[in-house]
């Protein structure tokens, strides 16, 4: 009770590594939720008696007051460790778009509540309508490359696939010689990766 477990939730944070996802704590946020709920019911209990006992609430200092600033502060510090929590994930999970792509990888989801798929979708979404509208691609490299084409090599078998003017059979180890922006979206998946001579 008054934080502890919301702590436990900044603790998990703390120490996973940077940029990584531990599994979505259902357990321990509920609990923080059923905590918030107590705290409020005892600060609305407590300002119920303060007021038909006809006591001036901001100026009235009693256990009563001290009991509903207590229940007050600890319902603002789980929320405050709640929304540190989920805005810390929500960041994880934006960078998980630009690092592999519109479909999250099965042991990313497996980690995520449902909430969090719904907003890695709709978040997903709109990057794709944006660059639709603006018709420029922002999911290939931040920093221009030095050439326009990079040897790969296929690491997963993917198929015939066709590149703007021209279809390619992309077998497992083998080599070609593609445009980056075609080869971007299969290295963001792990598909295939570049070749370095």
Partial sequence: MYGRRASQLLKEIDSSEAGQLTPFNSDVFDQ??????EHNSQF???????VEQNLDIETTRNEDHYGAAIHHLSLLRNKRCLMAYMYN????IQSFR???????PHDIQEKLHFSEKEYFKNHSAA???YISEMDIDLTVDMVPPKDPYIQVRVLEEIGEVSLGDHSVSLTKNSLHFLRRTDA????SQGLMEEFLE
Avoid at 44 to 50: P, T
Avoid at 98 to 104: C, N, T
């Fill in 32 to 37: 923080v939720i059923r905590e918030c709920n």
């Fill in 127 to 129: 990057i794709k309508s």
């Fill in 98 to 104: 630009w690092k592999v792509g519109p479909v999250l």
């Fill in 44 to 50: 609305q209990s407590l300002i119920r008696k303060m």
């Fill in 89 to 92: 994930r929500a960041e994880v």
């Fill in 184 to 187: 971007e979206q299969f290295i």
